[in-house]
């Protein structure tokens, strides 16, 4: 095959795709970046507003590169990976899930270990999820490719 036509090939799969993931990478940054910050930028402490930033910014990489990889193997690798980036995310940021802030004289205890431990079962959930759909994927792929055998 020539260098045309897989020049051709490349642009019909893979322009879309990569339109389509940018799309929804540049929503996912009005809403988590630019609309936050023009609501409500000082009801935010300031040493989580890197937190919140590293959030975000996960969640639009793992959005472009889902949706990029979409119809694809990878599609439910690069899930996986999210579901452990995000468990990894949530222990660091919570580690003992306690957040104390001040203000002035008051002072404010909020005990979030019961939040933190539904996070870490979502993400368990989603890790296990994704894990099925990789093994869901691979029978339909040899299931499609037993089939495609037969008939020849």
């Known amino acids: 095959m020539d260098d045309n036509a897989r020049w051709k090939?490349?642009?019909?799969?893979?322009?879309?795709?990569?339109?389509?993931?940018?799309?929804?990478?540049?929503?996912?940054?009005v809403l988590l970046f630019y609309i936050p910050m023009?609501?409500?930028?000082?009801?935010?402490?300031?040493?989580?507003?890197?937190?919140?930033?590293?959030?975000?910014?996960?969640?639009?990489f793992f959005a472009f590169i889902t949706t990029l990889a979409s119809g694809t193997i990878f599609r439910y690798v690069f899930g996986t990976a999210r579901a452990l980036a995000f468990l990894i995310f949530f222990v660091q940021i919570l580690s003992n899930g306690v957040v104390t802030e001040s203000f002035g004289t008051i002072s404010i205890l909020v005990d979030l270990r019961v939040f933190f431990a539904m996070l870490i079962a979502?993400?368990?959930?989603?890790?296990?999820?994704?894990?099925?759909?990789?093994?869901?994927?691979?029978?339909?792929?040899?299931?499609?490719?037993?089939?495609?055998?037969?008939?020849?």
């Open 122 to 152: 979502v993400e368990l959930l989603e890790f296990g999820k994704n894990m099925f759909e990789v093994i869901n994927f691979l029978a339909e792929t040899s299931n499609l490719e037993m089939s495609i055998g037969t008939e020849s």
């Open 38 to 60: 023009l609501i409500i930028p000082s009801f935010i402490p300031s040493e989580y507003e890197s937190f919140i930033d590293v959030f975000a910014a996960m969640i639009i």
């Open 9 to 29: 090939t490349f642009s019909k799969k893979m322009i879309p795709k990569i339109l389509k993931a940018s799309l929804v990478a540049i929503i996912l940054y």
